[in-house]
Each structure stands twice: as structure tokens, then as C-alpha cells.
């Protein structure tokens, strides 16, 4: 791409991007004000009218459904962010209100319980989770390489749980076992990625 969108000027866009226009320009740069700055291109997807074709025009990266297909409602979800410490709790209950999750869980890689809005019936069994999902988590990520995601669906106190850890952050999304599909790993995958990103900005500035 030959520039950098976290510090260039619309006019700089348009100048080193073929095929955009002076609104789409100006939009990649009022997100970057309002969302904070671009960590990883799968961001771009964020920008309001950036979909598969213009996303490839601009990226040259082939637009991957599984990973970008779902950025809608994890912006959703997210909300705009000012650029500080993400309000875990509010992430959490905005994800209790998508259609076929019953809630999640928002974990430090260290196993610590960071926001959640799942109320199972038996507290510990929220308790015996925590544990469980960080030890697959460490058993799958090895063959993770850095900065890479990835998404895992087990079955763990009689529920569906998909997790997935980016940086710091272990995002897991629970739902009973009826009707979880991929749609579902999409979310949660861009959930801990998004989530990951924002954590990661912090802690390197």
C-alpha cells in the first residue's frame, strides 16, 4: 500500500490510492479520529462503506469472509472507542443481547476474570471455567504463531464455548448447544481480535 494509514492526510490517501474517492478518504480519517488508530489492515473493514471489493482495492489482500465478515457486530458491540481502557462490562452485556449467545467471558491470558455477562445457574461453575479455558488455550495456541488468532469451539459445563485469545485478552462466547455455527466463531474470533488490538495499542504507547 506505500503509506501509512494511521498518520496520513486524506489528501495523501487519494494521492497513493487508486480508485477511491475524496469522501471515502475523508472517512478512513474521520474513523482513525473517532475509533482510534488502524493496528492490523483486518481494521480497515471498520471504515462505513469499505466492504469486500473496495477492502482488496485498497489492502491487495483477498477479503477472507471468516475473518472480516463479521466486523459489523463486533463494532457493534465494541462501540466507538475514545482511545482508553475498553468498559469491559458494557462490552459484555451489548454481547449478551446478540441473538444465540446466552453471554461471555472476558479473561486476562493469566486466567484472571476480567467482565462477563453469563449467569449460570451454579457459581462455580463460572469459577471452574476460567481455569479450564486458559488451559486449552495454552494448549492450542502453540501452534499459533505471534500475533496470529485463533478461534477454538469446545464443549465445557454442558454448553458450547467458543474462544479465542489475541495479545493478552481471552474472549469466550456461550451459548447452549443448539444451532452454534460458524457465524458464531466469527464473532468471537473478531471479538478477541478487536479486543486484543485495543489492549495491545495501550500497553505500546
Known amino acids: ?3 501509512d494509514l494511521n498518520t496520513a492526510t486524506a489528501e495523501q490517501i487519494l494521492s497513493h490510492i487508486e480508485g477511491i474517492g475524496d469522501a471515502m478518504a475523508e472517512r478512513i480519517v474521520e474513523d482513525r479520529t473517532e475509533n482510534g488508530p488502524f493496528y492490523a489492515l483486518y481494521d480497515l473493514a471498520r471504515v462505513p462503506g469499505v466492504g469486500a471489493k473496495l477492502f482488496e482495492k485498497i489492502t491487495g489482500w483477498k477479503w477472507h469472509e471468516d475473518m472480516y465478515g463479521q466486523l459489523t457486530v463486533v463494532n457493534l458491540v465494541l462501540d466507538k472507542w475514545d482511545g482508553g481502557l475498553p468498559d469491559l462490562n ?3 452485556m451489548r454481547f449478551q443481547a446478540l441473538t444465540g449467545f446466552e453471554g461471555c467471558v472476558i479473561l486476562h491470558r493469566d486466567g484472571h476474570l476480567l467482565a462477563t455477562s453469563w449467569n449460570p445457574k451454579s457459581s462455580q461453575a463460572l469459577e471452574a471455567m476460567g481455569p479450564q479455558i486458559v488451559k486449552r488455550t495454552a494448549q492450542y495456541m502453540k501452534s499459533v504463531c505471534p500475533g496470529e488468532t485463533m478461534s477454538v469451539t469446545v464443549f465445557l459445563e454442558n454448553r458450547v464455548v467458543a ?3 489475541q495479545g493478552d485478552i481471552i474472549f469466550v462466547g ?3 448447544p443448539r444451532a452454534f455455527n ?3 466463531l466469527q464473532i468471537v474470533h473478531g471479538m478477541a481480535m478487536a479486543l486484543g488490538k485495543r489492549f ?3 500497553r505500546d504507547a
Open 90 to 92: 458494557s462490552v459484555a
Open 182 to 184: 460458524r457465524r458464531h
Open 163 to 165: 474462544f479465542a485469545q
Open 1 to 3: 500500500m506505500g503509506i
Open 174 to 176: 456461550i451459548r447452549s
Open 200 to 202: 495491545s495499542g495501550l
